[in-house]
C-alpha cells in the first residue's frame, strides 16, 4: 500500500475577481504528503499559501487539476462526501486560533467531537490538552490564556477527532520566538507520538531552517527547499 496520504496533481488556482482581473495563484503544483511526516511550505506573503492549504482541506476547488486523498479523488465527491472528509479526516489550525470565547478550554477542544457525533471526544480532548501542556488550564475561557497557550489548544482542537492529516496556516504567525518554538516542539512530539501527518504553511524562514521536508511555494510552483550551509 502507498504510504502517501494527500496528492497533488497539476494544481491549477485562478481567481476571476470582480472587475476581470484575473490571479493565477497555483500553476501546476504537484506535492505528495506521507502518512506521518511533518511538511513545511515556505512562502512570501501573496504566494498562494492559504489558497493550497484550502485545496488540500478540501475547502476550495481547484481550477484545474486534482487532489488525491488516499489515492481518490476528492474532485469527485459531492458536498455530503466532501463535508465528512473536513471533519473526520482533516484538521485545521490557523494563524488566529478561533477559540470561541463563550466557552472553556475543554468545550473548545471537545467542540469538533460533538459536532462529529463522535463518541470518547471528552476524554480525548483532556489526553491532547495533557500533552500539549495545558492540564492546569482546563476550565479556563480563551481571553484568560496567552496568544501561545491558545494555540497549543487549537492544535489540541484539530487533533481531537482524529484526522489522518492536520493542515496548519501560519500557526506561529502571531506568536514570539518562544511560543513559536514552543509550537513547533508541539507539532513534532504529536506527529512522532501519533504519528499524525502535518503540512504547515510559513512565511518564517527562521524556523524550519535545517528541518527535513521542507518545500518553497513560488511563481506558482513548489519546489523542495535546500538550505546553504552558511
Ligand atoms: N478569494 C479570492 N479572490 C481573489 N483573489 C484571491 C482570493 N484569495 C486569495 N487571492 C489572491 O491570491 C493570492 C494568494 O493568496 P493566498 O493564498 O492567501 O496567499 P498567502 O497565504 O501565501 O499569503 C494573493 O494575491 C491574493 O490576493
Ligand atoms: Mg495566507
Redesign the pocket.
Known amino acids: 500500500m502507498s504510504n502517501i496520504i494527500l496528492e497533488t496533481v497539476g494544481l491549477h488556482k485562478i481567481?476571476n475577481?470582480k472587475s476581470a482581473e484575473r490571479?493565477e495563484?497555483l500553476r501546476g503544483v504537484d506535492f505528495k504528503i506521507e502518512r506521518g511526516g511533518i511538511y513545511y511550505i515556505l512562502?512570501?506573503?501573496?504566494?498562494?499559501?492559504?489558497?493550497?492549504l484550502h485545496l488540500l482541506g478540501g475547502l476550495d476547488r481547484p481550477t484545474q487539476g486534482d487532489i488525491l486523498f488516499e489515492g481518490k479523488r476528492i474532485s469527485e465527491w459531492n458536498a455530503k462526501e466532501l463535508d465528512a472528509f473536513r471533519a473526520k479526516k482533516v484538521g485545521f489550525v490557523f494563524q488566529f486560533y478561533y477559540m470561541l470565547p463563550e466557552l472553556t478550554l475543554l468545550e473548545n477542544v471537545t467542540l469538533p467531537s460533538m459536532i462529529a457525533a463522535k463518541s470518547g471526544g471528552r476524554r480525548k480532548a483532556l489526553e491532547l490538552l495533557e500533552r500539549v501542556g495545558l492540564s492546569h488550564r482546563l476550565h479556563h475561557r480563551p481571553s484568560q490564556m496567552s496568544g501561545g497557550e491558545q494555540q497549543r489548544a487549537a492544535i489540541a482542537r484539530a487533533l481531537v477527532n482524529a484526522p489522518e492529516v492536520v493542515l496548519c496556516d501560519e500557526p506561529t504567525g502571531n506568536l514570539d520566538e518562544t511560543n513559536a518554538e514552543n509550537i513547533y516542539n508541539v507539532i513534532e512530539s504529536l506527529s512522532r507520538d501519533e504519528q499524525q501527518t502535518f503540512a504547515i504553511?510559513t512565511h518564517e524562514e527562521s524556523f524550519v531552517k535545517g528541518k527535513p521536508n521542507v518545500y518553497r511555494l513560488a511563481g506558482g510552483h513548489i519546489k523542495k527547499e535546500y538550505f546553504s550551509e552558511t
Open positions: 481567481y475577481g490571479v495563484v512562502g512570501h506573503s501573496g504566494s498562494g499559501k492559504s489558497t493550497l504553511v
